[in-house]
């Protein structure tokens, strides 16, 4: 019987054809052309000589023998990564590149100001930032693809270290040349009769608007006059500012156009809606020495905005 062998990297790309049950897709995750990802796959095949994989249409799934070698190659490659962590962290270093993702709020108007101040302090240190729906996000540092995730409702999966950070304001924002301008509050009553921009399923924002409607009696956002459903707040900005509706949004993602002059924030009557972004971290994880000076510098944030 011909000696088994294979290397890290060779159980890696195939750990990610399982996982991700596509060679293409495999490809884009290690940064490799799909011919070499099939050629990897090929050899490590020729050299335990069993099939590893089947393909079934566009989806590819592991053999028996494949299952087996996936279920030891992934203990094998949470060994390394542990024992990488944990030298770095027992030399102290502070370099390389921390994985964050962020939802829409936080990422377009609140860390990449915190990224630069952070990057003044960890010069050696960069930030490759996802923005996405609070979803997509938590569903990404649960997969181990971000290392932190900063979102705008609080996570309540077992798996997930959740820390809550700054407070927020969810007001209507209104054009300014809008009737309701130069009011200080709208009734749910009004609301229901203005063309509503809505927020993508999964964003943060949406959940605490549904959230708040039920908690006042009406049936949720399906009480509203859906005009539009946009994918971040820049897009529903640019639709409140062309007439197509009004819409909820945090108060930080209009701060610039209020004081600009060009939309103003004003709240429902008789509904505070208040909200806190959180941290999160995947518990099954070591975090990096890099990932725990970013942890640590935005748990300082926090600390700062509350005195």
């Known amino acids: 019987m011909p000696t088994i062998d294979f290397s890290f990297r060779e159980l890696e790309i195939f750990c990610k054809v399982v996982e991700l049950e596509s060679f293409s897709k495999a490809a884009e995750a290690v940064f490799l052309a799909q011919a070499s990802v099939s050629e990897r796959i090929a050899s490590l095949e020729r050299k335990i000589d069993v099939r590893l994989l089947d393909r079934l249409g566009r989806k590819v799934i592991p053999t028996a023998a494949g299952e087996l070698l996936h279920k030891h190659a992934t203990l094998l490659l949470e060994m390394k990564e542990t024992a990488k962590l944990e030298i770095e962290s027992f030399l102290g270093l502070e370099q390389g590149e921390i994985s964050m993702g962020g939802s829409t709020i936080p990422g377009e108007y609140i860390l990449p100001d915190l990224i630069s101040r952070f990057n003044q302090k960890y010069p050696h240190l960069s930030v490759n930032l996802t923005i996405a729906d609070s979803n997509e996000i938590e569903n990404r540092v649960l997969a181990g693809e971000l290392e932190i ?147 640590d510098f935005l748990l300082t944030t926090v600390r700062d905005e509350e005195i």
């Open 149 to 295: 995730g900063v979102i705008g409702s609080k996570s309540h999966h077992a798996n997930l270290i959740c820390q809550k950070l700054w407070a927020d304001e969810l007001v209507l924002a209104v054009p300014a040349g809008h009737m309701w301008a130069r009011r200080t509050s709208v009734s749910i009553d009004e609301l229901q009769q203005t063309p509503f921009i809505m927020r993508e399923k999964g964003s943060g924002t949406l959940k605490i608007l549904e959230a708040y409607l039920y908690q006042s009696g009406v049936d949720g956002t399906e009480a509203l006059q859906v005009s539009a459903r946009f994918g971040s707040s820049t897009a529903v900005k640019e639709g409140i500012k062309s007439g197509l509706g009004l819409s909820i949004l945090s108060s930080r993602a209009i701060d610039t156009e209020m004081r600009a002059g060009l939309l103003t924030g004003i709240r429902l009557q008789g509904l505070s809606m208040s909200r806190n972004f959180f941290l999160i971290r995947n518990k099954l994880r070591i975090a990096s020495p890099s990932c725990k000076a970013m942890l």
